[in-house]
């Protein structure tokens, strides 16, 4: 039993720093199963409904394939349209129906608030998979995970830690929920590139700064981008503007390629983005020919996902002392992975 | 091998009583593999195509969770317009060609008879999850198990059962399915609350008199839900009505609240709705103060759901009594659940 | 270890005839288990990865139930809009990063040399489920299979056989990719019957007489599918064309039914169609009245499907060899199959 067991995941508020090193701990034990070294079975028979009333590849695949790599089955519903929603059912109802079906629940929305909601009358764990500009628990866990992992490789770890956020930082909810774990480590220094309209929103700042950390903002990517430990680049979200011309003014304001990266980054600054990157022409965010630097960390991040979601689903089902009883040797021929 | 074992399930029609109480029974021993208390793998390698080709988020999930709650696998298609039946194919073809993918098939369509035309090809069992305005016999069997289970704790069983229907009796499949199969028990008294349009069919009423039964038709709740054991609340399904207006003038009509319920109600009454329930102001077929009454059985009747598929797949896979034989202690923490 | 362990699926000509041979050996081995005599696990707690950006149902259905019919489970992605790909992620972004979700892929996708493309950056192996007017390896290889497996009904093989292929051959994809499979085979006479400006694109018909078959070109049906083995009939893929007016001027071009088919056909001629078949009155490519036909071989083409993907599955894998040892009786009733 840990402070995991049986509760949801609806806010990165609900951490302290000793919880996410006890994530980070299980999600260092799933590498042998997510590397297909051994397959456990710990939730066979279990079953989690991923609920998606917003849009997802991505995020929708990494929880189910999490579920599935501890053995468990997953149920999915996809789209807001076909919902009993759409038919003037509350969250509640569809809280109180949906969770008789599942042992576990990932539920995205588009509307703020919604997945508190329906947590609150849901029978069974909820973890938040986004509820629009608001929260994205697993997205910050996972870029946490892969900070500390990419530092580690320079015996280094969060503390002092300097990062350079840049984008959208208006509508992203993911450098919201990032920042805002960052700043349960110690003296982290932040710098926010972005337009000025786009600019961290005050309270975040404000937040940062009365913690004790060291608060940067810049319109400028090489003054932002220049002795830092790791560029976190982000999408302009196109979705959250009023119109596609309003959010196209800012499509490509902030373009990182090698050579930009060769002038202004230090020689191991670590790059990361929550992906997708949009890579037409016109944004262009982070160039591809940054695909073969060793330190872009972008594809290390989504695999690292995976191992956060694991972790995630066996902390708060109460099993992550039983993976490796349940494993066994892999099967098939799985080539090389990661 | 009981009768039906290998054999689809079509329409209430096909039932009689003694099959409704094998049925009842078996769901009832499924009680604790849905609690989570145990877990089986009697159908591990067994698959399940659940071919929805009208939206459906409960029924479908509802029975995807049955059968997983088997040991089996679940494979889904969604909506008509992706499907090969719009590019000319007969429902025959389709189902000679699925048939060959599945162990067991799920149909929803929204075509009246085109589950049964389906299965005339099919070479493995089908059962209809609602084709039209015509059947949806799961439905139908979840809430006459939900009645007897909720009648149980008063000792009464379902003769001589005091029933209220209540809304859209015209367009509700799930109001005539459950009048057919309530028809099967002693001496049923039936109330049908409905506006004037809205009413019983006539073909149905007739039978029930037929077999012996009382039927009242009113268009006034007070009178209707005054005396009975059973309040069938149902919803407006505006999806049948020619015009989202027409459907309109009818929503609201009838509305049962907590007030209401103590004024007009027997302190036992238990209060039904084959969800999902219209909670916007304009419907409010059941008030949320409600909620905690003890008699409202709504969401019992949907864990009762997963409880009747489950009995439904085990008996016609022939299972039904190996159940237990895979039955393995459940790993995970589940909290308490129902 | 075979040539096909650890590699992708991506084009019909990647194959040998022995590899094809290969192939349906495995496939052969995989009747019991699809015929559900034996259940076998062999692949427990692998991951598929069905990538459909383009909608699908018997081919999504097909790979689905051949990786749950080895052990393994499914994850689904349909439709392009909710991608990733949508907000302007590369193809080789979606790879690096999905392929980080599965052990396997499956991908369909409307752009021609998409999957290529994708599998390039693939860490997992790729299976091409269509890449627009191109390629569909798997129905190819079904196609021959049951070609093999109908022939040895009458004591043949594949060398020496005469097929007529009919219909849209300018777009079909499965008329290219099998034509260019049975190249691989002595002595094959092809009779392509189509509208004029619907044949066999000239570089497959040179490349077919320079490999040494014999090619005859008619817009006869009555002569075309008089005097062969094989009459393979396809449909107007409506969706190719410019507009539904330009394709409805060749629907219903050549219709065959039973009487068509006593009077012209020889009477051990197999019909095959890679289905859907429009059965709509405008097009009736293959008359109902060809049900009862036993040399109607259509929907043993699909079953046959099951077999081959199978085989693809546990090549691909490496298990071909060790799918026996998991095996374990079935617990369920299957009644007949096949």
Chains 1, 2, 3 share one sequence.
């Not at 349209?81 to 038919?87: R, T, V």
Request: net charge negative; aromatic share 8%.
């Amino acid at each position: 039993m840990s402070a995991f067991t049986g509760n949801h995941i609806l806010s990165v508020s609900q951490f302290d720093r000793e919880q996410l090193e006890q994530i980070f701990a299980v999600a260092d034990q799933m590498v042998p199963y997510a590397k297909r070294e051994k397959v456990t079975r710990v939730l066979e028979g279990a079953i989690l409904n991923n609920l998606f009333f917003e849009a997802s590849t991505r995020t929708r695949l990494s929880f189910g394939s999490a579920f599935n790599l501890l053995g468990g089955e997953v149920r999915e519903t996809t789209g807001l349209k076909s919902s009993a929603l759409a038919k003037g059912e509350s969250l509640y109802d569809t809280a109180r129906v949906i969770s008789g079906y599942a042992d576990i629940i990932v539920m995205r929305h588009p509307m703020e608030g919604s997945v508190a909601e329906f947590a609150k009358a849901s029978r069974v764990p909820v973890l938040n998979g986004g509820d629009g500009s608001n929260e994205h628990p697993s997205q910050a866990l996972l870029d946490l995970f892969t900070m500390r992992k990419e530092l580690a490789r320079f015996d280094r770890d969060l503390d002092e830690v300097k990062v350079a956020m840049i984008g959208d930082l208006a509508h992203g909810r993911t450098v919201h929920s990032l920042s805002r774990l960052l700043a349960l480590y110690k003296k982290v220094s932040f710098t926010f590139v972005a337009p000025k309209e786009l600019g961290m929103p005050i309270e975040i700042v404000e937040y940062l700064i009365e913690k004790g950390h060291e608060v940067t903002e810049t319109q400028s990517l090489e003054q932002g981008i220049a002795d830092v430990d790791i560029v976190y680049q982000t999408r302009i979200q196109e979705e959250r503007f009023s119109s596609q011309e309003v959010a196209n003014q800012y499509r490509g304001a902030y373009r990182i390629n090698q050579y930009v990266y060769s002038q202004f980054c230090q020689p191991s600054t670590v790059i990361m983005h929550p992906l997708p990157r949009d890579s037409r022409a016109e944004a262009n965010e982070l160039d591809t020919d940054l695909n073969e630097n060793p330190n872009l960390a972008i594809f290390r991040q989504t695999d690292n996902g995976v191992l956060v979601r694991m972790a995630l689903f066996a902390l708060i089902l109460g099993v992550e002392e039983k993976v490796a009883e349940y494993a066994r040797p892999v099967n098939w021929y799985i080539g090389k992975r990661f």
